[in-house]
């Protein structure tokens, strides 16, 4: 049973381009959540959703981030107009239903902005 | 919101020794749940052991367990016969288990070092 699949592990974009950061849940997993970690500071929760739904939003930035789970296919974390703040490292971690409480998380990718 | 504190940012322990993480969490909800996570420098998030705030029996994970003191908001993580493989940055996390606060509050971490 294959973990929490994130793609590319490292992605080096230039100020003003998109990122687009992929995560492929756990088989049997509806539930997506995306986190960011910055140098030197623990993860920070930016999202959670479930298939064809934002559930939690609360720790996204109010421009530039969004984030989709479609019916089809991975779910996708999209930043516009990198900055050279977006720097760090972004997880992806599925569970099985709200209920289940134990995340599994992605190795993440790992972000540069030049 | 809940605010998570690990004090100590780096411990070390000998191979074969015993070492305890610390971590003390603010909440005003009786019904949680408590996580240690490892991040070795692969950065992969492992999850070590999980404690419901309910229970008051202390969960264990082979070498792994935990003091869970609630009345003190207060949650470390022992580590016997430490071994090389244990080095790693080790993250407490705190979720609650009402409505749809379900994401995990993580401290900042402790970068814990095993010497042979």
């Known amino acids: 049973n294959a973990g929490v699949m994130q793609n590319p592990r490292h992605l080096v974009r230039r100020r003003g381009q998109e990122a687009r950061l992929r995560c492929s849940p756990m088989k049997g997993h509806s539930h997506v959540y995306w986190y960011r970690q910055l140098p030197e500071e623990g993860l920070k929760f930016m999202v959670y959703l479930q298939k064809e739904n934002i559930i939690d939003e609360s720790g996204m930035p109010k421009e530039r981030f969004s984030a989709e789970f479609p019916k089809e296919g991975p779910s996708i974390l999209r930043i516009q107009q990198v900055v050279r703040g977006d720097s760090a490292a972004y997880f992806c971690?599925?569970?099985?239903?709200?209920?289940?409480?134990?995340?599994?998380f992605g190795a993440g990718t790992r972000l540069s902005v030049l | 919101a809940q605010t998570v504190t690990q004090s100590q940012p780096e411990m070390s322990v000998q191979e074969a020794e015993t070492v305890t993480l610390s971590c003390t969490y603010d909440?005003?909800?009786?019904?949680?749940?408590l996580f240690w996570y490892k991040q070795p420098p692969s950065r992969q998030m492992i999850l070590v052991i999980r404690?419901?705030?309910?229970?008051?029996q202390n969960a264990t994970e082979n070498r792994f367990s935990v003091n869970f003191q609630k009345a003190a908001k207060s949650f470390s993580l022992k580590i016997s016969d430490s071994q090389l493989g244990d080095a790693a940055m080790y993250f407490c996390?705190?979720?609650?288990?009402?409505?749809?606060?379900?994401?995990?509050?993580f401290g900042k971490g402790t970068s814990l070092l095993v010497t042979p």
């Open positions: 996390a705190y979720r609650s288990a009402r409505g749809s606060g379900y994401a995990l509050n």
């Open positions: 404690q419901e705030a309910y229970k008051q």
């Open positions: 909440t005003s909800e009786s019904d949680y749940y």
């Open positions: 971690a599925s569970s099985e239903n709200a209920a289940k409480n134990i995340q599994y």
